[in-house]
């Protein structure tokens, strides 16, 4: 497809190509998680897919980087306030700097399609919030989730903070 072509592609086919590939992700993530499950437990498959999840965000911190140096600084604003494309795929709203939240959640959404259980949900949920983790590591904020569709509230909320 060429760049033209590109640009011809709505929003709503750009958001439902990114939803889908972010749920064929969550799939694969719970796939792996019931191996392991299988093989070694709950509690080891919890732990392994997290740290999996983590090395995943760390790679995803790195493009971050790379395609946006100025992240380096350290500016809030420079990491929140992502482009519309990027916040539509989650129904997100930034109510003030530093906070995103997220009313859709195309992960969740997966894992109820393969009918998971509340406690499934609630284990890669939190490999999901590892691998966020894991790309905020290497930029220049931390991150707290105060709230996750994952655990059944109504939507997911990101506190990003500038390191000290």
């Known amino acids: 497809m060429s760049h033209k072509e590109l640009d011809q592609v709505s929003m709503s086919e750009y958001v ?10 969550a799939k694969f993530f719970a796939f792996v998680y019931d191996e392991i499950r299988k093989q070694y437990g709950k509690e080891k498959a919890s732990e392994i897919t997290s740290k999996a999840a983590y090395t995943l965000g760390v790679e995803r911190g790195k493009n971050s980087l ?3 140096p100025e992240l380096s600084k350290g500016k ?21 700097e530093g906070i995103i939240q997220m009313y859709d959640c195309p992960l969740v959404d997966a894992w109820k399609e393969l009918g998971k259980s509340t406690d499934e949900i609630r284990a890669l ?8 983790q894991g790309e905020v590591s290497i930029l220049p ?9 994952g655990t059944g509230e109504p939507y997911c909320e990101q506190v990003y903070q500038k390191k000290i």
């Open 76 to 96: 809030l604003s420079d990491w929140t306030d992502r482009t519309r494309k990027q916040l539509v795929i989650f129904d997100s709203r930034v109510p003030k």
């Open 125 to 132: 949920c939190d490999a999901a919030v590892a691998s966020d």
């Open 141 to 149: 904020f931390t991150l707290q989730v105060t709230h996750r569709i």
């Open 16 to 25: 439902e190509g990114v939803r889908g590939a972010i749920r064929q992700r």
């Open 66 to 68: 790379k395609a946006k």
